[in-house]
Nanobody, 124 residues
Framework: QVRLVESGGGLVQPGGSLRLSCAAS????????IGWFRQAPGKEREGVSC????????YYADSVKGRFTISRDNAKNTLYLQMNSLQPEDTAVYYC?????????????????WGQGTQVTVSS
């Protein structure tokens, strides 16, 4: 019973910050590559960030490098995305995802699983 529940989204002004959380259950976070993608209306989904199962490697889309930071708390089985210097272009629904067993970060697979998402709106 894999479950991913995102939270922490909301309305923020340009230049502001948010921290998204993803509470995972049914599996150990440190057994899988875990990440975030986002999707805005009328646009295709965009991979935002990912962390390897070992925690030794992290990946970021060019559009968020230097502004977003992915992390996890293995004890709490929770994934985070710290988002700073938010811009209107960051407005989207953000989804936490888990790769299938043994899958690396980098792209989506047939067994990639994600939650219901949390809305982030950046507007003045």
């Amino acid at each position: 019973q894999v479950r991913l529940v995102e939270s922490g989204g909301g309305l923020v002004q340009p230049g502001g910050s948010l921290r998204l959380s993803c509470a995972a259950s049914g599996f150990r976070l440190d057994d899988y590559a875990i990440g975030w993608f986002r999707q805005a209306p009328g646009k295709e989904r965009e991979g935002v960030s990912c962390i390897s199962s070992s925690g030794g490697s992290t990946y970021y889309a060019d559009s968020v490098k230097g502004r977003f930071t992915i992390s996890r708390d293995n004890a709490k089985n929770t994934l985070y995305l710290q988002m700073n210097s938010l811009q209107p272009e960051d407005t989207a629904v953000y989804y936490c995802y888990r790769q299938g067993w043994g899958r690396p970060c980098g792209r989506y697979y047939v067994d990639t699983t994600w939650g219901q998402g949390t809305q982030v709106t950046v507007s003045s």
